[in-house]
């Protein structure tokens, strides 16, 4: 029992003991929840208007919204600023589920059962399907709530 193995695990075993009762405790997670398709902060309806998701879209069937990756005026867009142009931005609309699509669509996610299916736009009543398809960037606002972010350490590079 008094080997030098027994030694060198026991220091090592002191050495990260200690380690870990020294680490900050400020490390913290959280959970946002974000769901789509909320009106006033409710599940909506099939045909209204996201209260919280933005979209940028050209409205273009099958073509790609953008060839190039995007920037900070493109996410601009998604936010509703700078949108000229045969831009078209607005609120997401909240969309019915889809019964007889092959597959189904699910109602609901099931982690989500509030979240509700969206499109930049729908289709007419009573379908209220998501029409016309399109390639869309959704913006989504949302506050992170920790107290204990260092934001020095977000911002600067040291």
């Known amino acids: 029992m008094n080997s030098k193995f027994t030694h060198s695990f026991l220091g090592f075993l002191a050495i990260a003991t200690l380690g870990t009762s020294i680490l900050p405790t400020q490390a913290q997670a959280s959970t946002i929840v974000l769901n789509s398709g909320q009106v006033s902060g409710s599940p909506g309806n099939p045909g209204q208007t996201d209260s919280n998701i933005t979209y940028w879209t050209k409205g273009i069937d099958v073509t790609p919204l953008s060839p190039t990756p995007f920037t900070a005026a493109d996410f601009a867009k998604a936010k509703g600023i700078g949108c000229f142009g045969s831009d078209i931005c607005g609120s997401a609309k909240v969309v019915a589920d889809?019964?007889?699509?092959?597959?189904?669509?699910?109602?609901?996610?099931?982690?989500?059962?509030?979240?509700?299916?969206?499109?930049?736009?729908v289709g007419p009543s009573p379908s209220f399907y998501g029409s016309p398809a399109a390639s869309v960037l959704y913006a989504y606002r949302f506050t992170v709530p920790e107290p204990t972010i260092n934001t020095k350490a977000l911002l600067s590079k040291k």
Do not use: C, H, Q, V
């Open 98 to 121: 889809y019964p007889f699509a092959s597959p189904p669509w699910i109602p609901s996610l099931p982690n989500a059962p509030d979240a509700r299916w969206i499109n930049w736009e």
